[in-house]
Nanobody
Framework: VQLQASGGGLVQAGGSLRLSCAASGRTFSTYTKGWFRQAPGKEREFVATISGSGGSTRYIDSVKGRFTISRDNAENTLYLQMNSLKPEDTAVYYC???????????????????????WGQGTQVTVSS
């Protein structure tokens, strides 16, 4: 079982990037999936999550209106479209999957990285000012 993240790179402030996370080894169509990021010297933080069907999404406040999480279950792939990037978005971005579906309607358990039991290797996003 593997998650492979890609799509990171160097971009100027205001630019866009699209991250992808391809899953292999099993079908993740029912799993809650998410993106986390970790900047140098900081703890890993939640960015966005999406339900198994793709019908529900949640975002950290700092990326609302700029980032869009989506999934293609037929292709077993997760995406994160990032627009209007800011230097503070610079981090290693990780995709993750939770085999026990998370409740996106109540509470904030989806913020907790310990709820996700599959992780990709990370892809570097660097936003220059």
């Amino acid at each position: 079982v593997q998650l492979q993240a890609s799509g990171g790179g160097l971009v100027q402030a205001g630019g866009s990037l699209r991250l992808s996370c391809a899953a292999s080894g099993r079908t993740f169509s029912t799993y809650t999936k998410g993106w986390f990021r970790q900047a140098p010297g900081k703890e890993r933080e939640f960015v966005a999550t999406i339900s198994g069907s793709g019908g529900s999404t949640r975002y950290i406040d700092s990326v609302k209106g700029r980032f869009t999480i989506s999934r293609d279950n037929a292709e077993n792939t997760l995406y994160l479209q990032m627009n209007s990037l800011k230097p503070e978005d610079t981090a290693v971005y990780y995709c993750a999957a939770a085999s026990v579906p998370l409740n996106l309607q109540h509470g904030n358990s989806y913020y907790d990285s310990r709820r996700y039991n599959y992780w990709g290797q990370g892809t570097q996003v660097t936003v220059s000012s």
